[in-house]
């Protein structure tokens, strides 16, 4: 059975940082195309980060470029995502996906995942 839990999510101040984990059963994160999605509050999903097979390079959305950072340690099969400097506009519940394979020009694209986590509520305090 193929699943991903997310944690690490949190109420923290504006310019905190959290780090939010996402350990995979039933897949292995480095054959795998995974990615980083929240949403707000009667927004739609958005985009924040992804990583390809290889991991090595990530791609981020302008919003947190700069101040999040993706990556992976496959001894732990795990996915993580560093937030710095975190403002109020990053309130959401953040979400971790995969999929096998996503092309370079869709990978920003939530119906490029089939895999996702159940998500971990972040709130920054402003």
């Known amino acids: 059975q193929v699943q991903l839990v997310e944690s690490g999510g949190g109420l923290v101040q504006a310019g905190g940082a959290l780090r939010l984990s996402c350990a995979a059963s039933?897949?292995?994160?480095?054959?795998?195309?995974t990615a980083w999605f929240r949403q707000a509050p009667g927004k739609g999903r958005e985009f924040v980060a992804a990583?390809?097979?290889?991991?090595?390079?990530?791609y981020y959305a302008d919003s947190v470029k700069g101040r999040f950072t993706m990556s992976r340690d496959n001894a732990k099969n795990t996915v993580y995502l560093q937030m710095n400097d975190l403002q109020p506009e990053d309130t959401a519940v953040y979400y971790c996906?995969?999929?096998?394979?996503?092309?370079?020009?869709?990978?920003?694209?939530?119906?490029?995942?089939?895999?996702w986590g159940q998500g971990t509520q972040v709130t920054v305090s402003s």
């Open positions: 990583m390809r097979t290889s991991a090595t390079h990530t």
């Open positions: 996906a995969a999929n096998p394979w996503v092309i370079l020009s869709a990978i920003e694209g939530a119906d490029q995942y089939r895999t």
């Open positions: 039933g897949i292995t994160f480095s054959r795998y195309t």
